[in-house]
């Protein structure tokens, strides 16, 4: 199991990703694409999540569309990992 919580893991790695573009200071309930990703940053960034969370929560129950805050990313995955269906929106 993960010794990070999945926020933890989500601040890191948008934070890694965000590196060479100058990171700014951006909360939970901040839109992805506030934070300074675009989308093929997010791309890489499902990729490294779902590489360090061991779980993909977007399939046939929910798509990356319905994610619209970093809190949003932060319940998927949460919910991935917990085995339930439910997103609850954060912010």
Known sequence: MLNDTVEEIVR???D???LDEGTS???????????????LMLAQLLIQL????G??????ERSIADVRT?????AAYQ???DG????QRVG
């Open 84 to 87: 339930t269906a439910e997103v």
């Open 25 to 39: 200071e951006w909360t939970l309930a901040d839109p992805l694409l506030a934070t300074g990703l675009n989308s």
């Open 79 to 81: 919910a991935a990992l």
């Open 70 to 74: 970093v809190g949003d990313l932060v």
């Open 55 to 60: 779980v993909d929560p977007f399939g046939a």
């Open 12 to 14: 890191r790695e948008i």
């Open 16 to 18: 890694t990703i965000l």
């Open 50 to 53: 779902e590489t360090a969370t």
